[in-house]
């Protein structure tokens, strides 16, 4: 996939969303495998991995809290 096209897809707001919640869930539920592999993307030395999928632990800081917030409102996660 062309690159330009890669980074649109990447910017495609469902699909930003979906990214985030996957991180959610593995920092939520500190499953092993999910956090590894979001590693091993984010901490790539491969081109594709110049191209940001997940959050830096600092940012997503914002974006976890944010999540808990639309969880608790909707009854899926208590307080």
Do not use: C
Request: no cysteine; proline share 5%; aromatic share 12%.
């Amino acid at each position: 996939m062309p690159v330009g096209r890669f980074v649109q897809y990447l910017l495609n707001p469902a699909e930003l969303f979906s990214r985030s919640y996957a991180q959610w869930i593995a920092s939520e539920s500190q499953d092993e495998l999910m956090l590894r592999q979001i590693a091993a993307v984010t901490g790539s030395n491969e081109p594709i991995g110049i191209l940001p999928r997940y959050w830096d632990t600092g940012d997503f800081e914002t974006v976890s809290r944010e999540l808990d917030s639309v969880m608790i409102k909707v009854g899926w996660k208590r307080r």
